[in-house]
């Protein structure tokens, strides 16, 4: 098994699952340059083959990392963070809580040997129920919350600026978009803390342009699973996370909204779910709250309410 360079002041990324987002976001981070890949899966060959042909793109992208697959835990022993993708994908008609028991041993696992090899590591959890996942995650490798982080925000964040920008024939670049919650149909896309070069869009879309907006960003990942009939979504995805690592790995300090651990902040105990964090090297350094009108905090609330209730069916 060729191993990773030996440089030991390159950073060392984990990813758990060499499906299209897993194998997407190994690219991603390579080719950015800020660190070597573990890409590791429970097929045989998959994540070498993978790991094979990103090694053979080095040329074109122009980077010196290495990346390697397996489907040995030994090999992603002392990496800085790690991705968990590992779990079935939604299927047309299956919401992410259909997910949960079959995604729930699949996650329990990988993190049991993941934690083995890396006790050092920050956690980012991408597989679905995302913020249930998260917080099993937390569970299992009995890791300070702070270093234990959901990706589901960004993402969540990312959609609702698509369809803000289509909406408005304009560039991406000048919106600004803000969604809390968990990563499901209760999220909470903010209209009023939504801008397009600081003016809100509440003053740029009537209300019901901005309904419908909101709806299709709940429905973002289902409206794919549609189209695709046999896929899920994985390029945005796999930028969402790529986002998350690199802010870690470059300590950044960058705030993104992501799952993480709530210890009174919004009202709210013992959960994981979409808030404004700050990233850096060490994880989620803080929550930031947002003052939340009470409507909006309701809605959040009821997005709370449905994850415990997923976590008790733990």
Known sequence: MPM???????????VIGAGNVGGMLAQRIAANNIANVVLCDVVVGKPQGIA???????????????????????????????????????KDGMSRNDLLKI???????????????????IFVVVTNPL??????????????????????????TARFQTFIAMELGISIANVHATVL??????????????????????EL????????????????????????????????????????VEAILRNRHRIVPAAAYLTGQYGLT???MGVPVQLGKVGAEKVVEIQLTDAELAILHSSADSIKENIDLL
């Open 4 to 14: 990773l360079a030996t440089d030991i002041s390159s950073p060392k990324v984990t």
């Open 131 to 156: 913020d249930v996942m998260t917080y099993l995650t937390w569970q299992v490798s009995k890791l300070p919350p702070q270093k234990i982080v959901g990706m589901a925000g960004v993402l969540d």
């Open 270 to 272: 013992d959960i994981f």
């Open 205 to 244: 879309l009537s209300d019901e342009a901005i309904a419908r907006l909101v709806e299709r960003t709940r429905n973002g990942g289902a409206e794919i699973v549609k189209l695709m009939q046999t896929g899920s979504a994985y390029f945005a995805p796999s930028a969402a996370t790529y986002v998350m």
């Open 181 to 202: 919650g968990g990563h499901g149909d209760l999220m909470l896309p903010l209209p009023r803390l939504s801008t397009v070069n600081g003016v809100p869009i509440t």
């Open 103 to 121: 995604n729930a041993g699949i996650v329990q696992d990988v993190v049991t040997k993941a934690i083995a090899q890396s006790p050092n590591a």
């Open 52 to 90: 094979l042909d990103l090694m053979q793109s080095r040329s074109i992208t122009t980077h010196d990392r290495q990346i390697v697959g397996t489907n040995d835990f030994a090999d992603t022993k002392d990496s800085d963070v790690v991705v968990v993708t590992a779990g079935l994908p939604r």
